[in-house]
């Protein structure tokens, strides 16, 4: 079975400064997708940012970059920039991409990332 | 266009219970999934369904069903409510199920 593990409960940061959330998976897997989404106090699921196993290069949404370590199984995400609308919940997830049998598009998550950003 | 909408937003029960939860996906979205996600962690799934097929389960009991209409709407049913299904729960909809998710903002079910 997929886990997900986010060692971070709560992270703090300064506005306007960059910040790193770590995330760790273990899967048997070479095809799969991870993803980063954020929580917010509406409690509506957001998805941050997308990343294919099979693509080497890292993916980026404006302020949002992850770095992808697939031989680590780790998958870290950095937001720059750092806004009070950034605060919220993150949480890692992962999927498996190739469809082998019942359940094989559900998202695994993390614990989840408490992110406060300091005026 | 319409997000996700789930209904009710927030309910009590009491332990005993039963309770049914609804969701609506996108226009155009044909998979709905299932996720509890008790406070403190993150979300758990429960459920997915597909053209009105259930195409995964998670490791939840009996207790817990759920259906799919023909317009893709989904409801989920929980029996013999415990103190434990205490919990926000979300929908998630997708084109076909391994496209992107779109999250509603999820039920707040609280068990007393």
């Known amino acids: 079975a997929q886990t997900v593990t986010q060692s971070q409960p709560e992270m703090s940061v300064q506005e306007a400064e960059t910040v790193t959330l770590s995330c760790t998976y273990d899967?048997?897997?070479?095809?799969?997708?991870l993803f980063w989404y954020k929580q917010p106090p509406s409690r509506q699921m957001i998805l941050v940012i997308r990343q294919e196993a099979y693509k080497q290069q890292n993916a980026t949404e404006n302020r949002f970059s992850v770095n992808f370590q697939k031989a680590a199984k780790s998958f870290s995400l950095k937001i720059s920039d750092s806004q009070l609308g950034d605060a919220a919940m993150y949480f890692c997830?992962?999927?498996?991409?190739?469809?082998?049998?019942?359940?094989?598009?559900?998202?695994?998550f993390g614990k989840g990332t408490k992110l406060s950003v300091i005026p | 266009d319409a997000g996700v909408t789930q209904s009710p937003t927030h309910l009590i029960k009491t332990r005993g219970q039963h309770v049914t939860l609804r969701c609506s996906p996108i226009s155009g979205h044909k998979s709905v999934s299932w996720y509890q996600q008790v406070l403190g962690q993150g979300p758990q799934f429960i459920f997915q369904y597909y053209e009105k097929e259930e195409r995964g389960r998670g490791n939840f009991p009996d207790r817990f069903s759920a259906r799919q209409f023909p317009n893709y709407s989904s409801e989920l049913n929980v029996n013999a409510l415990l103190l434990g299904d205490s919990a926000l729960y979300l929908c998630a909809s997708s084109f076909a199920g391994y496209y992107g998710y779109t999250f509603g903002s999820g039920t707040r079910l609280t068990v007393v």
């Open positions: 997830a992962y999927r498996k991409d190739r469809y082998s049998g019942a359940g094989s598009y559900q998202l695994t």
């Open positions: 899967t048997s897997e070479s095809d799969y997708y």
